[in-house]
């Protein structure tokens, strides 16, 4: 029993080092990604969230009738700069998130049986999906409160004064009014859509990566391009794949500094069906457009990740 206690502690301590290095590239490559695609996101936000936003609805400011809509009202009457607000509080969110999404990854495949991706494709892929889903799922539970806020901070429309002036100020105004649980509104949901989304993101990506013939190519431009060819196709399809469910749990996001007594939406089903029922089922897929084109962030997101692990030794 001794032996084997060993043994293990030994292996622990010698995968601790791997952890850390795939905890720092994920996170590092998703602030990275994230600023650079941060307009995006932001109008992808907008678009997706104003047909739950009170200035909207009530009429104080017109609604967004597009994506080239949504960038020049925000330029002319935010300034350019807006369109990065709530970006820093989407680092302090993503770096854990995508970090802890990556070393989890790792982690939790290690834990299923290897299969040969030629014999054993279905096992390959169905052991990438699970993996990726239960990592993005367990990061999620983690950082919650920090996706609350940064939703909040970047719906914001018209140009008056701001509704939050900061994280800090949109977490203490959020537990002030609807208490602790406010800013986990929506969780439920959130962690049924991360399950296909990084199933698919992390699946599909590795999946392709195992069939890439210039995975580990010298050329370095052959290399990321191929790279980013199989990034970008796996970030669509988990796009596509949970829209619907970030859809809702935005929504939902939208309603928590209000007492209960004023929310629109009773849960998730009710989310779900309201929407379906009053705006129609493509409803659940405003501002996939927007989000189409941000995909491109979460491709650089996985090509940093693999150069910078491959780089310094951890690379599969």
Same mark, same amino acid.
């Given at each position: 029993?001794?032996?084997?206690?060993?043994?293990?502690?030994?292996?622990?301590?010698?995968s601790?080092s791997?952890?850390?290095?795939? *905890?720092?590239?994920g996170?590092v490559?998703g602030?990275v990604? $994230?600023? /650079?695609?941060a307009?995006?996101e932001?109008?992808?936000?907008?678009i997706? &969230?104003q047909?739950?936003?009170? $200035?909207?609805?009530?009429g104080?400011?017109p609604?967004?009738?597009?994506?080239?809509? /949504?960038?020049?009202?925000v330029?002319? %009457?935010?300034g350019?700069?807006? *369109?990065?607000?709530?970006?820093? &509080?989407?680092i302090?969110?993503?770096?854990?998130t995508q970090?802890?999404?990556?070393?989890f990854?790792?982690?939790?495949?290690?834990?299923?049986p290897a299969?040969?991706?030629?014999? !054993?494709?279905?096992?390959?892929f169905?052991?990438?999906?699970a993996?990726g889903g239960?990592?993005?799922?367990?990061?999620?539970?983690?950082?919650?409160?920090?996706? =609350?806020?940064? &939703?909040?901070?970047?719906s914001?429309v018209g140009?008056g004064k701001? +509704?939050f002036?900061?994280?800090?100020? /949109?977490?203490?105004? &959020?537990?002030?009014?609807?208490g602790?649980?406010?800013?986990?509104?929506g969780?439920?949901?959130?962690?049924?859509?991360?399950i296909? =989304?990084?199933?698919?993101?992390?699946?599909?990506?590795d999946t392709?990566?195992?069939?890439n013939?210039y995975?580990?190519? %010298?050329?370095?431009?052959?290399r990321?391009g191929?790279?980013?060819?199989?990034?970008?196709?796996s970030?669509?399809?988990?796009?596509?794949?949970?829209?619907?469910?970030?859809?809702v749990?935005?929504?939902?996001?939208m +309603?928590s500094?209000?007492?209960e007594? %004023?929310?629109?939406y009773?849960?998730?089903?009710? /989310?779900?069906?309201?929407?379906?029922? !009053?705006?129609g089922t493509t409803?659940l897929?405003?501002?996939a457009?927007?989000n189409?084109?941000?995909?491109?962030g979460?491709?650089?997101?996985?090509?940093?990740?693999s150069?910078?692990?491959?780089?310094?030794?951890s690379g599969?």
């Amino acid at each position: 029993f001794f032996q084997l206690f060993c043994f293990q502690t030994n292996n622990i301590m010698a995968s601790g080092s791997d952890f850390l290095l795939n *905890f720092l590239a994920g996170g590092v490559s998703g602030a990275v990604a $994230k600023t /650079c695609t941060a307009p995006i996101e932001r109008v992808k936000l907008l678009i997706q &969230t104003q047909d739950a936003n009170p $200035k909207i609805i009530s009429g104080e400011v017109p609604r967004y009738t597009g994506i080239v809509n /949504c960038f020049s009202r925000v330029a002319s %009457e935010q300034g350019v700069g807006a *369109f990065w607000r709530g970006n820093l &509080t989407n680092i302090i969110r993503y770096f854990p998130t995508q970090a802890f999404n990556f070393a989890f990854k790792d982690s939790i495949k290690s834990l299923f049986p290897a299969a040969d991706k030629n014999t !054993e494709f279905a096992k390959f892929f169905l052991i990438n999906m699970a993996s990726g889903g239960l990592a993005g799922a367990g990061s999620l539970c983690i950082v919650y409160p920090l996706d =609350y806020a940064r &939703t909040r901070l970047a719906s914001d429309v018209g140009g008056g004064k701001a +509704q939050f002036s900061g994280l800090l100020d /949109c977490l203490k105004k &959020t537990v002030a009014s609807s208490g602790v649980g406010g800013l986990y509104n929506g969780i439920g949901v959130s962690v049924v859509g991360i399950i296909p =989304y990084r199933g698919v993101y992390f699946g599909l990506f590795d999946t392709l990566s195992g069939y890439n013939p210039y995975q580990k190519d %010298e050329n370095n431009f052959l290399r990321a391009g191929s790279k980013f060819a199989c990034a970008q196709s796996s970030a669509i399809c988990a796009g596509y794949a949970s829209y619907p469910f970030d859809t809702v749990r935005r929504r939902l996001q939208m +309603q928590s500094e209000k007492p209960e007594a %004023e929310w629109v939406y009773k849960g998730t089903a009710d /989310c779900f069906a309201k929407i379906m029922k !009053e705006e129609g089922t493509t409803a659940l897929f405003k501002g996939a457009g927007a989000n189409a084109l941000r995909t491109v962030g979460a491709a650089m997101v996985l090509v940093l990740y693999s150069e910078i692990t491959a780089a310094f030794g951890s690379g599969k």
